[in-house]
C-alpha cells in the first residue's frame, strides 16, 4: 500500500475497474480458506532516452575511386566489413587504376587583393608596407581562398617584431606556429572564400606573413609562391 500511495503522487496510475475474484471449490478440512482477486493497473511514465553524444569534427576525407575492368562482377554486396578486403584484392591486380581525393578543412590562401584598388597584388616579389600607413583604406587586403568561416585567429609572423600580441599556438594536424595576433576588429569574414584584413601600425621592419587559423589547423601566406609582406 505504500508504494501504491507513493505512485499515486508522483504519476497517473489507471484502474480497469474490474475484478475477477477466484473462489476454491475443492478444499479439505486441513487447507486454509483463500479468496484470490485479479485485478490490474496501468501507471504512465516517461522515458528518456540516452543523451547524444557529439562526435568530433570532420576535418578531413580521403575519398578512392577504382577504375575496375569491365569483367568484374558486382553481383555480391559489400558491406563496410568487406571494404578492406575488396579493395586489397583490386589493388592486388594489376590494370586497376586507383585515384584518391582529399579534402582538408585547412584554411587556404590562393589570392591577396589590395582594397583600395581592387587589384590583385603581384606574386613575383615582396609587397612593401609602410611602418606609418596603418589606416583602413591605405592598408587593407583582400584574401580569396577557402575554409574562413570558422575562423579563429588570424596572426602575422615576422622576423623582427612588428606589433604586440605575440603567441605561440599548437595544432593536432598542422603543428605549432607563433605570431603577432591580429585584434578581431582587423580583420571581418565576408564569406567561407572571402576575408578581409586590416594590418595595424607596425612597428618594426622586416617580412612578415598573414596565419590564418581555424579548428582544422592553419595556413600561412608564405605559401603562396614569391610572395611576402614586409615592412619598411
Known amino acids: 500500500m505504500r508504494l501504491l500511495v507513493m505512485l499515486l503522487r508522483l504519476t497517473e496510475v489507471l484502474w480497469d475497474q474490474s475484478i475477477n475474484l477466484n473462489t476454491p471449490t475443492e478444499t479439505t478440512y486441513s487447507d486454509k480458506f483463500r479468496i484470490i482477486a485479479d485485478t490490474s493497473f496501468t501507471i504512465k511514465g516517461w522515458l528518456f532516452r540516452n543523451q547524444?553524444?557529439?562526435?568530433?569534427?570532420?576535418?578531413?576525407?580521403?575519398?578512392?575511386?577504382?577504375?575496375?575492368?569491365?569483367?568484374?562482377?558486382?553481383?555480391?554486396?559489400?558491406?563496410?566489413?568487406?571494404?578492406?578486403?575488396f579493395f586489397d584484392s583490386l589493388t592486388a591486380d594489376a590494370g586497376y587504376d586507383i585515384d584518391t581525393i582529399s579534402l582538408?578543412?585547412?584554411?587556404?590562401?590562393?589570392?591577396?587583393?589590395?582594397?583600395?584598388?581592387?587589384?590583385?597584388?603581384?606574386?613575383?616579389?615582396?609587397?612593401?608596407?609602410?611602418?606609418?600607413?596603418?589606416?583602413?583604406?591605405?592598408?587593407s587586403y583582400t584574401l580569396l581562398g577557402a575554409h574562413y568561416n570558422e575562423t579563429e585567429f588570424v596572426l602575422l609572423s615576422s622576423n623582427s617584431t612588428i606589433t604586440t600580441g605575440?603567441?605561440?599556438?599548437?595544432?593536432?594536424?598542422?603543428?605549432?606556429v607563433s605570431g603577432y595576433l591580429l585584434p578581431a576588429a582587423n580583420w571581418t569574414v565576408l564569406s567561407d572564400e572571402i576575408i578581409n584584413i586590416t594590418l595595424p601600425l607596425l612597428l618594426d621592419s622586416g617580412r612578415f606573413d598573414i596565419i590564418i587559423k581555424n579548428p582544422a589547423g592553419w595556413k600561412t601566406s608564405a605559401e603562396i609562391d614569391g610572395f611576402y609582406l614586409n615592412a619598411q
Open 52 to 85: 547524444n553524444e557529439t562526435s568530433n569534427p570532420i576535418y578531413f576525407i580521403e575519398n578512392n575511386f577504382i577504375n575496375t575492368s569491365p569483367t568484374y562482377s558486382f553481383n555480391q554486396a559489400i558491406t563496410s566489413l568487406e571494404y578492406e578486403a
Open 166 to 176: 605575440f603567441t605561440s599556438l599548437s595544432t593536432t594536424y598542422t603543428g605549432a
Open 104 to 139: 582538408s578543412g585547412i584554411p587556404e590562401i590562393s589570392n591577396i587583393y589590395f582594397n583600395t584598388s581592387a587589384s590583385l597584388l603581384e606574386q613575383d616579389g615582396p609587397i612593401t608596407v609602410a611602418l606609418s600607413a596603418y589606416a583602413y583604406n591605405t592598408n
